[in-house]
Structure formats: structure tokens, C-alpha cells
T-cell receptor
């Protein structure tokens, strides 16, 4: 079946620190992988995505590379800001099994000045 | 701005009462909407897929008589939690599929006391 395992939080970092949030997945075939972000009081927003192996998604300084050999899609940012404080969800869609998302548990990030 | 509006964002209700959650796509027509539920420290899990004008398709283990889904128009789907109990307390989030991607509501935190 399909599943996403995501690093548990909460994560607290100082401003300008390096961020990694680990995400690994289980799926048959060739899923598309996503990172969604949820700011306080708002809905999930697409942060970045990758649709095939070795693709790198990037947005707002965040990056994640689709690694088929390690079934991973770790989220990274070189220098976090206070405004990055949010909950981050790793997710996949598997065309072989329909259009639903499979989500990780979410990782809460707090960045302190 | 938000393209999917979910209302209410928080609701507290008494055991035995029913609660309705609305999900509206604001500037596009969504033939398909999804309802997810998240228990504390767990993944968002798909509850049901809602297609406009037809009955919702429920995932295994989700009681269709308890979680009533209505998708009466291309811009509105509702989830009604009937005869709510404390174990129904959870975070519910809807997703509406546009032509190229999915958009999420901000979620509803339901607390049943």
C-alpha cells in the first residue's frame, strides 16, 4: 500500500539555522511527492513537488529531491526565518491507486529570533 | 488568497448533537472534493470522496450514516457529523480538485464535550 512516514516534531530552531525534515514513503509504481505547509489559521498550501525520480522541487528557499533509491523526499532549507514557523506535511499521490493524497503526520516548526 | 474556504474553523458541540462543516471552492468548479480527518499525532486520513450530484464514496471503516457528505453543487460540499461523540473530536480538512491541482481548506477543529 501507500504510506508516508515523516519526522516527528515539534522542531524548534533559531533564525538562520539549517532545517531538515525527513520524509520517506512506501508506494508501488511512480508516485508524485509533495510538501504542503500550513500556517496558523490557514489551509494547506502547496510548498513544492516532484513528479519523478531525481526531480528537485524548490520554492521560497526550500528544496526536496525525489530519491527513489532511498524512497525519500526530505525537506531542507539553508537558513530559516521566523516567518517559516508552520506545520509541514509530506504527501504523495499514486496514479496507480487513484487521486487521493497520502499524508505524513505533519511536523510543527517554530523558528525563534 | 484562499481558493477553498472551509467553515467553521473551530467548533465545540455537546455529545449527541450534529455538526455541519462546509467546504466551498471560491473561484473554480470542483467536481470532486475529498474529506480528510486527522487524529492527534497521526496522518491525515481520507474519509470519503465526494462527487457532485452523486453519492460519496467512503473509505473502509468510515461510517457513512455518521459522517454524511453532500456535494449538491460544483462549489459546495458539506460534511455532517451526526450524533457526535467525544471520539469524533478531531481535525477535519477538505480538499477540492481543480483542473491541474488540489486545493485545501483551512481545516475544522471539532471538539465534542
Amino acid at each position: 500500500g501507500n504510506s508516508v512516514t515523516q519526522m516527528e516534531g515539534p522542531v524548534t530552531l533559531s533564525e538562520e539555522a539549517f532545517l531538515t525534515i525527513n520524509c520517506t514513503y512506501t508506494a508501488t509504481g511512480y508516485p508524485s511527492l509533495f510538501w504542503y505547509v500550513q500556517y496558523p489559521g490557514e489551509g494547506l498550501q502547496l510548498l513544492l513537488k516532484a513528479t519523478k525520480a531525481d526531480d528537485k522541487g524548490s520554492n521560497k528557499g526550500f528544496e526536496a529531491t525525489y530519491r527513489k533509491e532511498t524512497t525519500s523526499f526530505h525537506l531542507e532549507k539553508g537558513s530559516v526565518q521566523v516567518s517559516d514557523s508552520a506545520v509541514y506535511f509530506c504527501a504523495l499521490i499514486n496514479p496507480d491507486t487513484g487521486n487521493q493524497f497520502y499524508f505524513g503526520t505533519g511536523t510543527s516548526l517554530t523558528v525563534i529570533p | 488568497g484562499a481558493v477553498v474556504s472551509q467553515h467553521p474553523s473551530r467548533v465545540i458541540c455537546k455529545s449527541g448533537t450534529s455538526v455541519k462543516i462546509e467546504c466551498r471552492s471560491l473561484d473554480f468548479q470542483a467536481t470532486t472534493m475529498f474529506w480528510y480527518r486527522q487524529f492527534p499525532k497521526q496522518s491525515l486520513m481520507l474519509m470519503a470522496t465526494s462527487n457532485e450530484g452523486s453519492k460519496a464514496t467512503y473509505e473502509q471503516g468510515v461510517e457513512k450514516d455518521k459522517f454524511l457528505i453532500n456535494h449538491a453543487s460544483l462549489t459546495l460540499s458539506t460534511l455532517t457529523v451526526t450524533s457526535a461523540h467525544p471520539e469524533d473530536s478531531s481535525f477535519y480538512i477538505c480538499s477540492a480538485r481543480g483542473k491541474r491541482r488540489a486545493f485545501f481548506g483551512q481545516g475544522t477543529r471539532l471538539t465534542v464535550v
